[in-house]
């Protein structure tokens, strides 16, 4: 775990590790480049540490916060020689495993949370009789120089999670929001490293863990009363210290369903029938001008990363085969994702290859319907391999995405 000041005269201190060794974030979402974890400490008359860490990757956590507190007090006397305040603002456990090794350490620390926290804590750690402040959203906790107000925002990403706002610096210590997957490449502030690379993983994050909460996304940004933030401290990833406006208008957009004018069509085929119809629609979707078109094989690409890039597009087109009266499994899969993430204002194509009773493109019309989104044609079944008759089908729908996208362009003089 590596310690790093905010700046050379701050007192608050980015507590991280890098996870390069596990493959699925939640045991579910791929993580490819890694993932990074952090917590937060500041240094002041009372010293306050905000939450903590896996143990399998912050076991050092406890002797890191240890030793910072010791050397502060050489040049800061008047500091506390101690661990005064945990504050809690998420309790999934890939921050709050080291709950329990900290209260062994540091008995007399003070837990911060909300009625949720403690009923969740409750139910995952053994606490005994640590003492628990249950505190009110809005409520201030002063420290000495910088004083702390507790900001509720429930869902993101869990029901109890709230955010810390460091008032003297106006810093805000955002849990789960604002965060990304992959491990840090070295740079730890927004300055040091390059966003445009980090904003993918960043968007994949967003969509798979905290885009079905979007509505709620939306209100916590209106109550942070977000232009006046300073810096953005997330439990995953770079800390926001020079351009924090920069992440609030990236989930500002997300949080609000803003689309790019690009196409996903991802298919199901397993003879290659239902990825010849894929192929004809985005070469002839491409002909027609959309540039931004990702063509994904459900069965190669984990829905992960499909749906990231449905997120951001306004045109999704689905195929499936039929497999035992159904999609092909893995489309199945990519359907109940994109279902619970509860995404809107999408516009939807639909389309497959069956060989006697069908059944893909009958289920995808069932998701059609249940998805509230707009469908560019009535749905496409072919018999059978593709020809161009078969393939003629495909017009409406791909004349449909061609005029949608022409209306969007600003008028040639
Ligand atoms: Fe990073 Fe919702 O935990």
Redesign the pocket.
Known sequence: MFSTPFSTQSTIYRLGSNDRRTALFENLWPLPQGMS?NAYLILDKSNVLIDTMNSCYGRDLVSVVDQLIQNNLAEHPEHSATLDYLIIQ?M????STEISNLIRQYPGVKIIGNKKTFEILSQYYPTGDTSKIEVQDGETLSLGKHSLKFIFTPWL??PE?MMTLEESTQTLFS??AF?MYGALNGGLFDDETNIDILESEMRRYYSN?IGKYSAMVQKALVKLGASSIKSIAP??GIVWRSNPQHAIALYDRWCHYQSDEAVVIAYASMYGFTEAMAEHIAQSIAKGGIKDIHVFDVSKTHPSFIESEVWRSKYIILGSCAYNGGMLPTMETLCNILGAANMKGKYLGIFGSCSWNGGGVKNLQAFAEKSGWEQLSAPIEIKGQSNPEKLALCQELIQATLTLHSETQPCPN
């Open positions: 974890y998420h999934e456990p890939d921050h990403h869990w999670t849990a789960d965060g863990i439990l995953h």
